[in-house]
C-alpha cells in the first residue's frame, strides 16, 4: 500500500523527517520502501488496522503527538427506505447504507482531494467513487457507491451457490463459481461483496444520487477471491486483512462531510443494520507476565502509558483492546506490543544455556555413504519430486503448478538419468551422480514412505591418466563399491539407452537402494576427503560449448619434467576451464615418457573461436619449444 | 641425464565429487545447532493440515492454507509441508520439557521464479523451558548470526508476524553492499501451540527460529538464481568441491 509523506506528516504535530518517520515505522515492524517520498508499504497480515492514514498514524502516535480528528458530518440523518434483506448476518454482522442526492457535480476538488490522487499517481473516475477511495485510504474502511438510479429493486445479501456470469465495473467478466458472498438486486449479482461492483449499477461521471454501501465481512468470506478471480481490488485487501468493525458509521459520516465540502447536498439519508454486538476483548493487567515474556523491567506506569497511547483503554486491571486491533487476544500479544515499542533492538540479550542433548545418529549412515561416494567421483543432486508419469500407487498432487508434473516421483533413478542426459548434452564425459531423498507412494491405502539413495553412472572412469580411458561398467562400479563397502548389495544395472534421445553410445549404469537396507558396517568406512569448511565463491557458470585441444609431449629429457608438467597443470587463462593428463606411457627401453595433457575452453559470453583456442595453446607451446629435451611428435 | 627407470609417474589425481551445497550448507547449521546443544528431529514431508496448520495456530482463514500457497495431495486429503514446523509438534506431543529440537528438510510451496521454488529447504529449532523470554531468544540468534556470517556482521531485529509465535521477529543482516537481508524468522512460541501440544503454557514457554537454507546459501556463495541449486549442472556442482 503506498501512503504519501506529506499526507501522514501533516497529522503529526512534531513535524519529523521522512526519515524519522521511516525509522519509526521499521521499528513498529512495518516494512517499507520509499520512492519519491511516498511509502510504499509492506504490513504484515495480521495489521489490517494500518492500512489507511489513521491507521498508521495510531500506530505513530506512541512517538508522537498525533490529530487524526478529520471532521465528520455531525447533523441528525433521516432514515433511509430501503428494500434490503440480510441473509448472511454472520458473515456481514453490519451494514449501512447511505443515499446522498447532489445539486450539482463539482468541475474542481478541494486540495486535499487532488492531492490525494496527485501525490500518488492515481486515476479520477467519478466525483463518489473518488470520495469513496479517498475515504478508504483515509480511514480503511472501504464503501461502494451505486447509481442510485440504477437500484430499483430489492437488494440482497446472501451466500450465492450457484454459477453466474458477472461483469465488474471494471469490465471484466468473471465467472462465479462455488461459493460466493453477493449482493443480488432482483436476483442478479450487482457486487461481489468485499472485492469489487458490477458494471450495471456503478456510477459515472453524471451519476447525481448515489447509494453508498458500508459495511463489516468477516474476512474468511473475502479471503481468496480476488486471487481466484484475478481482480486487483483493495477492498478486498484490507477486508482479508480485518476491518475495523466500529467505523462504518464514522466513514458515512466523513463521506457525507466531504461530499458537502464540494457540492450543496439536496438530499441525504441513512440506514445501519447492526445484526450482532461487536465484542470487546479485555484483558488482564500483569506487567510481571510482560516483563516475563520480553525478558525486561518496565513498570506498570510505563507499560500502560505505552497501551494508551496506541489506543488501548487502561485501567488498574484491565486493558481493553480497541475494536479495530482484532490481533490482539494475549497477554503475549500485549507484549510484543511493549516490545515493538521499545524497539525489538534495544531489548537486551539474556544468555542462553542449552543442556547438551543426546547427540543423535539418525545422518550417520547416510553422511558416511555421501563421504564414500564424494571420495569416487560422485556429485550429489537434489531434485524436484514433481513427475510426470505415475503409476497407480503414485501420489498426485491435487493442485500442481505445472499440469504436466502432477505426480510424486516414485524413485529416485529416473530424475538422475534425466540430470545424465543434461549433462551429456553439455559435453560432459564422466559423469557421476547420486541423490538421497524420501520417496512417497500409497500402500494400503495408506502414505509410505521410504529413504532412497539412488546412483547413476556414464562415461569415462575419470579424468586422469589411469581412468581417462576406461569406461564406466557395471563391473567397474561392483569392484568399486564392493571393496570399499564389502558387505553391502549395490546391484547395477545397465539402462537402456533405446529409448532415449542422445547420439552418445556410453553405458548408463545405475542402482537404487533403500537406505534402510544398508548395515552398520557403512560406519566403518574411513573417508578420505571432506567437504570444504569455508565458503566458496560461486562463478557463474557459461551455457555455450566447449572446445577441447590435446597435446601429446614426448619428454627424453628429464630433468625439466617436473617444471613441465608444473608450468601446463597450472596454467591459468579465463577461457581455459580445465587441464589434466589424460596418457602418460614411460618407455624405458627407448629412454622416452610420453605426456598428453587435455585442454578445455569455454568461454562465458561467447561461443570460443578456434583462433581463440589457438592464440592460448600458442603461448604454451612456444614456452614449452624453449625446453631442451621436450618436443609434440608431428609438429613443424 | 637422469634415466627415465627413476622417474616416478605423475600422482593420480582421483577426482572428487561433492556434496550439494544445500545440503552442506544444512548439515554444517545443523551441527552448529548439535553443538549448542539441540537434539536432531525428523518428520514427514507429506503432512496433515492438523499438524501443519491447525496445532500451529494458522487458523482455517489464513491466506497460506489456500490452494494457490499449499500444494494439497490424494483429494486434499494430506498436503505436502510447507515448513518444517509439523515436525517440532510431533516432537512436542512425544517428549515433556525441557526440550530443544531442531529439524531440518524439503518444505514446498507454490511459487517459482529466481528467488523461490515449489521445493525448497529450512531448519527449525525449538526450545521449551521455564521462563524463556525474548531476550533469550536474541541471545541464540546473536549466536547463530555471528556462527554463520562472523562476529563483525551487524544484525537486526524487525516485529513480523507468524500465528505460531508471539511476539515474532524477523532477522535482517547488512550486506556489504549496506542492503538490509532478511534471513530468519523467529519469535516466543504462542501459547496456544503449546497448549495445543499439551504443555502448560503458564509453567512454561518457547523460543523458536526458522530459516531458509537456499536463502543464506544464496548469500554466502553468491548465487543469483536460485534455480541454478537445482539443474544438476556439473559445472556448478563442482564448484562446491
Not at chain 1, 483515509?138 to 454459477?163: R, S, W
Not at chain 1, 465467472?175 to 443480488?184: A, I, P, Q, T, Y
Request: with cysteine; net charge negative; charged share 25%.
Amino acid at each position: 500500500m503506498k501512503i504519501a509523506y506529506r499526507h501522514l506528516v501533516e497529522y503529526i504535530n512534531e513535524n519529523p523527517s521522512i526519515e524519522e518517520i521511516s525509522d519509526c515505522l521499521f521499528q513498529l515492524g512495518h516494512e517499507h520502501e520509499i520512492e519519491e517520498n511516498i511509502f510504499n508499504m509492506e504490513f504484515t497480515p495480521n495489521r489490517g488496522d494500518c492500512l489507511s492514514i489513521n491507521g498508521l498514524l495510531r500506530d505513530l502516535s506512541v512517538f508522537y503527538n498525533v490529530n487524526t480528528n478529520q471532521e465528520i458530518y455531525n447533523d441528525k440523518l433521516n432514515k433511509l427506505e430501503i428494500d434490503f434483506e440480510n441473509l448472511s448476518q454472520d458473515i456481514c454482522p453490519q451494514i449501512s447504507f447511505l443515499k446522498l442526492e447532489i445539486e450539482n457535480i463539482p468541475n474542481k476538488y478541494k486540495d486535499y482531494l487532488n492531492d490525494y490522487f496527485k501525490d500518488l499517481n492515481l486515476n479520477k473516475n467519478n466525483f463518489f467513487t473518488d470520495i469513496s477511495n479517498y475515504v478508504s485510504y483515509e480511514n480503511g474502511q472501504p464503501t461502494h457507491c451505486y447509481d442510485a438510479n440504477k437500484i430499483d429493486g430489492k437488494i440482497v445479501f446472501k451466500e450465492l451457490h450457484a454459477n453466474q456470469e458477472f461483469e465488474t465495473l471494471l469490465e471484466k467478466k468473471i465467472n462465479l463459481s462455488d461459493k460466493n458472498h453477493v449482493f443480488l438486486l432482483n436476483d442478479k449479482v450487482i457486487n461481489l461483496a468485499g472485492v469489487v461492483g458490477g458494471k450495471e449499477t456503478s456510477c459515472s461521471i453524471d451519476t447525481k444520487t448515489v447509494l453508498v454501501e458500508c459495511a463489516f465481512f468477516k474476512p474468511e468470506a473475502i479471503i481468496g477471491k480476488s486471487v481466484k478471480y484475478d481482480i486487483q481490488s483493495e477492498a478486498s485487501y484490507k477486508f482479508e486483512r480485518f476491518v475495523d468493525p466500529e467505523c462504518q458509521e464514522k466513514t458515512i459520516r466523513r463521506f457525507i462531510k466531504i461530499v458537502e465540502e464540494h457540492t450543496n447536498i439536496k438530499d441525504v439519508s441513512l440506514i445501519t443494520y447492526k445484526y450482532k454486538k461487536n465484542n470487546v476483548t479485555k484483558i488482564p493487567v500483569n506487567t510481571n507476565v510482560i516483563n516475563q515474556i520480553i525478558g525486561t523491567n518496565i513498570s506498570q506506569n510505563e507499560y500502560l502509558t505505552y497501551l494508551s497511547k496506541l489506543g488501548f483503554i487502561v485501567n488498574d486491571e484491565n486493558i481493553e483492546v480497541p475494536s479495530y486491533r482484532s490481533d490482539i487476544e494475549t497477554q503475549n500479544d500485549l507484549a510484543e506490543e511493549i516490545a515493538r515499542v521499545i524497539g525489538y533492538d534495544n531489548i537486551e540479550r539474556n544468555e542462553i544455556n542449552i543442556p547438551k542433548a543426546k547427540l543423535s545418529n539418525i545422518y550417520d549412515i547416510e553422511n558416511k555413504l555421501r563421504f564414500f561416494l564424494l571420495d569416487h567421483g560422485f556429485y550429489e543432486v537434489i531434485n524436484s519430486p514433481f513427475v510426470g508419469t505415475g503409476s497407480s500407487n503414485s501420489i498426485c498432487v491435487d493442485n500442481p503448478l505445472d499440469s504436466n508434473k502432477k505426480f510424486l516421483r516414485s524413485n529416485l533413478t529416473q530424475s538422475l538419468l534425466e540430470n545424465l542426459l543434461f549433462n551429456e548434452r553439455r559435453q560432459k564425459d564422466s559423469i557421476k551422480l547420486f541423490e538421497i531423498s524420501d520417496i512417497y507412494n500409497i500402500k494400503d491405502n495408506k502414505v509410505n514412505v521410504s529413504r532412497k539413495l539412488a546412483v547413476i553412472a556414464s562415461g569415462r572412469a575419470g579424468h586422469n591418466y589411469r581412468d581417462f580411458s576406461k569406461k564406466i561398467s557395471k563391473k567397474y562400479l561392483d569392484s568399486l563399491f564392493r571393496e570399499s563397502l564389502p558387505s553391502e548389495n549395490f546391484e547395477f544395472k545397465v539402462l537402456s539407452r533405446d529409448s532415449l534421445n542422445t547420439k552418445v553410445k556410453n553405458e548408463i549404469i545405475s542402482c537404487e537402494v533403500d537406505i534402510s537396507n544398508f548395515s552398520t558396517d557403512v560406519l566403518s568406512y574411513s573417508e578420505i576427503s571432506k567437504p570444504p569448511e569455508s565458503f566458496i565463491e560461486y562463478s557463474p557458470i557459461s551455457d555455450l560449448p566447449y572446445s577441447i585441444r590435446d597435446l601429446s609431449f614426448s619428454v627424453k629429457d628429464f630433468t625439466e619434467l617436473d617444471k613441465f608438467k608444473k608450468y601446463i597443470l597450472e596454467f591459468k587463462h579465463d577461457l581455459l576451464k580445465e587441464v589434466f593428463i589424460f596418457d602418460y606411457f614411460n618407455n624405458e627401453k627407448n629412454a622416452e615418457i610420453k605426456i598428453g595433457f587435455r585442454f578445455v575452453f569455454q568461454s562465458s559470453d561467447s561461443t570460443i573461436t578456434e583462433t581463440q583456442v589457438n592464440n592460448i595453446i600458442d603461448v604454451i607451446i612456444k614456452h614449452i619449444e624453449e625446453i631442451d629435451g621436450i618436443t609434440i611428435p608431428g609438429l613443424n | 641425464m637422469s634415466s627415465n627407470k627413476d622417474i616416478s609417474a605423475p600422482k593420480i589425481i582421483k577426482d572428487r565429487g561433492s556434496i550439494h551445497p544445500i545440503n552442506h550448507l544444512k548439515d554444517s547449521i545443523m551441527n552448529l545447532l548439535v553443538s549448542f546443544g539441540f537434539e536432531i528431529i525428523d518428520g514427514p514431508e507429506i503432512e496433515t493440515e492438523k499438524f501443519n496448520f491447525d496445532m500451529l495456530n494458522i487458523k482455517k482463514t489464513h491466506p497460506a492454507r489456500q490452494m494457490h500457497d499449499t500444494f494439497y495431495v490424494e483429494n486434499k486429503s494430506n498436503l505436502l509441508r510447507t515448513h518444517t514446523s509439523p515436525v517440532q509438534i510431533r516432537g512436542m506431543l512425544e517428549k515433556r520439557p525441557p526440550l530443544a529440537f531442531i529439524s531440518g528438510g524439503k518444505v514446498y510451496r507454490k511459487d517459482d521464479d529466481a528467488t523461490h521454488l515449489p521445493m525448497f529447504h529450512q531448519i527449525e529449532g525449538i526450545l521449551v523451558d521455564k521462563n524463556i523470554s525474548f531476550a533469550h531468544l536474541k541471545d541464540l540468534i546473536y549466536k547463530i548470526v555471528y556462527s554463520l556470517f562472523g562476529e563483525d556482521i551487524e544484525l537486526r531485529f524487525r516485529p513480523s508476524y507468524f500465528p505460531f509465535t508471539e511476539p515474532s521477529a524477523e532477522v535482517d543482516i547488512l550486506s556489504s553492499e549496506g542492503k538490509w537481508l532478511e534471513i530468519l524468522g523467529c519469535g516466543l512460541v504462542n501459547p496456544v501451540v503449546l497448549e495445543n501440544c499439551n504443555i502448560d503454557s503458564n509453567s512454561y514457554s518457547g523460543l523458536a527460529f526458522g530459516l531458509g537454507i537456499e536463502r543464506i546459501a544464496m548469500l554466502k556463495h553468491g548465487v543469483k538464481d536460485i534455480r541454478d541449486f537445482y539443474k544438476s549442472n556439473l559445472d556448478f556442482l563442482s564448484q562446491f568441491k
